[in-house]
């Protein structure tokens, strides 16, 4: 993988877990594909929303 999609993957995965902390709906789609629940909805895909919770690493 070169820098330019490690780097669109990790500004991807720093979105996702700022959408989580904000409480915004973020979905997981039956392919294992993760985006919040506009954003899927807008590419047609529909998948199970992460419940909200306690997130793996917060005190």
Excluded: C, F, H, Y
């Excluded at 629940?37 to 005190?59: F, Y």
């Amino acid at each position: 993988m070169d820098n330019s999609n490690s780097d669109v993957a990790a500004a991807r995965r720093r979105a996702l877990a700022e959408a989580l902390r904000q409480g915004n709906p973020v979905v997981v789609t039956p392919t294992g594909e993760v985006g919040t629940k506009d954003e899927m909805q807008e590419n047609g895909m529909s998948g199970i929303q992460v419940p909200d919770g306690k997130l793996a690493g917060e005190d």
